[in-house]
């Protein structure tokens, strides 16, 4: 990269970062590479490999294909697209021409894909084999494959740093999702600091199975990777033989996955991982326990780490190699300054439980790299966030050192009898025990007490016994704490990033209590 020094570090001036240390925009995150190595390969999918020069003129073409749809800057974007070729090549060409990308996913309903679709007002939906808008802009395969094949060159646009680039859609515990606007700076920065933070060159070779139309995903994929002149190996399977193969036969060096799907790659000690030097965990906990299994199978410790759709993507991560801290997810990015803060807004000294804030660092090599999100986009325009410190909605710790453990979620606290109870703190004391896969803890209304405790339960093989599950918690947790409901199901109801969807639980928790507290 471009104005570092020879350890990764942003070269300074008197005010900070220098945003030379990004490529200027996306719609030039190819060039380091297509000077140094244009024949090197740049992305990997079911379909076949495109080379820096071969990504590129895609690129070329799919920017004309939209200019010749009548894209114009700050138009948007939309696709329902499969893990493949096509979804990275129209990235790419939406970038160059000004246009704000909006990812809707495959795997959600009609309904929920109009949802999203009506929240971005999209010019264009490039339309895969399983998406089911009825929009005026849709645009179908055989359609798209016409028009990049006829190589039509789009005038050269050269949007500001911050101008808008991407629309990403929170999940959020419950009601209606948000667009959250990010700028161009804002999907560059992440891959600059993890390569140069991590020491990534050419060798990379990132794996990701999750799904290409999450914003986060796209900027850890090809834009990470291009930055550090790698390969992004984009994946099109995610049980645990088809990610095995897939790391196993493209040699992928780093991947990134759900705790359940490393759960179940931590069962399978058979299967041939040995080109990884990292694997991450995001999109929900990961147990300690999780740690220790997979390292004992792999011989490698996942990497931890802590993510916001508002930030966008990583901000704490585990660092390189073998070290970690029980029940932490990682130490924060360079970029950030996060803290944790009072119901009055007061900032918290280090150590201390409170909402973790988000900020841009304000002293060290990256001071001032990291701007807010843009905002939201509502009715045609984009909605500027609250001055300040962004609200993550979860509750937690960072310490001196920049560790972070996260606690919970603001909005999901149980309230028992006065008491405040963390799912994600019983949750991880569940999945500690040995008959366990994975555990999702709400709390139920109660006349008396507000609300009392359930744990939702996947087995990891036989049926459960709820009273030893309970006994096993009463010796870690408080006996408020316990469970008094137990339920078990055959999977925990999860999004395409792997997240437990909170808002079913309710409707799987048993009608009767089980053997905890009174």
């Known amino acids: 990269m471009s104005d570092t ?101 495959e795997a959600l309903t009609a309904v929920e894909q109009q949802e999203l679709h009506d929240l971005c007002e999209p010019a264009v939906v490039l339309a895969g084999p399983r998406c089911r808008l009825d929009s005026p802009g849709r645009v179908d395969p055989d359609r798209w494959a016409e028009l990049t094949a006829r190589g039509e060159a789009a005038p050269r646009v050269e949007p500001a740093l911050d101008a808008p680039a991407g629309i990403a859609f929170t999940s959020g515990t419950s009601g209606r999702p948000k667009a959250v606007v990010h700028s161009q700076r804002n999907l560059l ?33 090809t834009l990470l990777t291009a930055q550090a002149g790698g390969c992004s190996v984009v994946m099109d399977r995610r049980d645990v033989d088809g990610v095995a193969d897939w790391i196993s036969a493209r ?69 390189p ?11 924060l990015l360079p970029h950030y300054d996060v803290a ?28 001032g790299a990291w701007t807010p999100m843009l905002g939201f986009w509502e009715r045609g325009g984009v909605r500027p966030p609250e001055p300040g410190p962004v609200p993550t909605g979860d509750v937690g710790t960072v310490d001196g050192d920049g560790w972070v453990t996260v606690l919970d979620r603001k909005k999901l606290v149980i309230v028992r009898g006065g008491a405040n109870v963390y799912p994600l703190q019983v949750e991880r004391v569940i999945e500690a025990h040995p008959d366990v896969a994975a555990a999702a803890v709400c709390g139920v209304p109660d006349d008396r007490l507000g609300q009392r405790v359930a744990a939702v339960v996947q087995s990891a093989g036989p049926p459960l016994d709820f009273r030893a599950l309970a006994e096993f918690c009463r010796r870690e947790l408080s006996p408020y704490k ?23 639980l309710s409707g799987l928790v048993g009608p009767f209590p089980g053997p905890g507290t009174a």
């Open 482 to 504: 316990v469970p008094e409901i137990w339920s078990q199901v055959d999977a925990l109801p999860r999004n395409a990033m792997g997240k437990v969807q909170r808002t079913r």
């Open 5 to 105: 020094d020879a350890g990764g570090v942003p070269q300074r001036t008197s005010r900070g970062f220098r945003d030379t240390t990004l490529p200027g925009a996306i719609a030039g995150v190819l060039d380091a590479a297509l000077a140094a190595r244009p024949h090197a390969t740049a992305v990997e999918t079911a379909s076949g490999a495109w080379s820096y020069a071969e990504l590129d003129d895609r690129a070329r073409r799919a920017a004309g294909a939209l200019w010749s749809l009548g894209v114009r800057p700050g138009d948007r974007v939309a696709a329902c697209l499969p893990n493949d070729l096509d979804i990275v090549a129209a990235f790419h060409g939406a970038q160059r021409i000004g246009a704000v990308w909006a990812g809707i996913g």
């Open 189 to 221: 920065l992440p891959g600059a600091v993890l390569v140069a933070t991590r020491g990534w060159g050419p060798g990379l070779r990132k794996g990701d199975s999750f799904p290409l139309t999450i914003l986060n995903l796209m900027v850890l994929s």
């Open 251 to 319: 040699r992928v060096t780093v991947w990134n996955g759900a705790p359940a799907q490393l759960y179940d790659l931590a069962g399978r000690s058979d299967l041939d991982l040995g080109s990884l030097q990292e694997v991450w965990s995001g999109g929900g906990d990961t147990p300690d326990a999780l740690r220790r299994a997979f390292a004992e199978a792999h011989r490698l410790v996942p990497r931890a780490t802590y993510g916001l759709t508002e930030a966008p993507t990583v901000v704490s991560i585990d660092p």
């Open 340 to 367: 944790a803060y009072d119901d009055e807004g007061r900032r918290l000294p280090a150590g201390e439980l409170g909402e973790l804030r988000l900020g841009g660092a304000a002293a060290g090599p990256w001071a």
């Open 321 to 331: 190699g073998q070290e970690w801290r029980p029940g932490m997810s990682g130490r």
